[in-house]
């Protein structure tokens, strides 16, 4: 289900559970994320969400059940694709992973210059999310977007 050594505490399992329940769609992994005050749910690879009025409601019930922001991000092997997913956004050119001196892995995401703001997002949430899948399924330290 989650990469070794993650452990899931009762309440992220209560939260991917009432997840599973409200949309059909079993999550993968859910990270509780205080700091942008959200919940980061990861589904399979080529799973996707369906929009319709069902699951909108859904979300909604779980953000108000909650009170945090709900996110849904496809799970990848290739830490690259986790990376342009959890970025979400088509100003990613290209992202290359590559190891410093002292040996810590980082990713390194080529953006559109007019495209580099909504990439990182408002007070670099949507780059966090990249950083904290990253480090959590590909030991990926930093993400640097230029």
């Known amino acids: 289900m989650v990469k070794d050594g993650i452990v899931l505490t009762e309440n992220e399992l209560r939260l991917m ?11 993968k992994d859910c990270i509780i994320d205080e700091r942008f005050n959200r919940l980061i749910f990861v589904i399979d690879e080529g799973i996707k969400v369906p929009h319709d009025k069902f699951v909108r409601e859904a979300l ?3 953000r108000k059940k909650t009170n945090k922001g709900v996110e849904i991000v496809e799970y990848s092997e290739d830490p690259v694709q986790l990376i ?6 088509g100003g990613v050119l290209d992202v290359r992973i590559t190891r410093r001196n002292d040996g810590t892995k980082v990713g390194v995401v080529i ?8 990439i990182v997002g408002k007070q670099g949430r949507n780059a966090e999310r990249a950083r904290v899948l990253a480090r ?4 990926i330290e930093r993400i640097q977007v230029s």
């Open 84 to 89: 342009k997913n959890a970025l979400g956004h």
């Open 60 to 62: 909604n019930y779980l």
């Open 17 to 27: 559970s009432l997840f599973s329940t409200l949309t059909g769609i079993t999550p």
């Open 136 to 139: 959590r399924y590909h030991d």
């Open 111 to 118: 953006a559109d210059p007019r495209e580099k703001g909504a």
